[in-house]
């Protein structure tokens, strides 16, 4: 049974850091693209970064770039999401989720699995 597992999440001032981890189970984690989606009350999940197998290929939404860095570790089947100068507008619940394809795509539909998501509040 796959299991993504995000933690790190919590509440933290505007300016701050946090640095999300996603741990999988049941997967072979390096055949599978990752990425970093997040959903704010009465909005629609969107894409916030993406990590291709490897590692060597990364993508973020453009109001996250600059400030966050994905990264993935192949040996410890975890996806990490570093997250700085956070702002107010980050607030939402951060899911992590796994593709079979091999590039970076945007669209949720294109995952196979998900976590159960991590919540971030940011405080202005």
């Known amino acids: 049974q796959v299991q993504l597992v995000e933690s790190g999440g919590g509440l933290v001032q505007a300016g701050g850091s946090l640095r999300l981890s996603c741990a999988g189970s049941?997967?072979?984690?390096?055949?599978?693209?990752m990425a970093w989606f997040r959903q704010a009350p009465g909005k629609e999940r969107e894409f916030v970064a993406g990590?291709?197998?490897?590692?060597?290929?990364?993508d973020y939404l453009d109001s996250v770039e600059g400030r966050s860095t994905i990264s993935r570790d192949n040996a410890k089947n975890t996806v990490y999401l570093q997250m700085n100068s956070l702002k107010p507008e980050d607030t939402a619940v951060y899911y992590c989720?796994?593709?079979?394809?091999?590039?970076?795509?945007?669209?949720?539909?294109?995952?196979?699995?998900w976590g159960q998501g991590t919540q971030v509040t940011v405080s202005s």
């Open positions: 049941g997967l072979t984690f390096s055949r599978f693209t």
């Open positions: 990590i291709s197998r490897s590692g060597g290929r990364t």
């Open positions: 989720a796994a593709d079979a394809n091999i590039v970076v795509v945007r669209t949720t539909q294109s995952y196979d699995y």
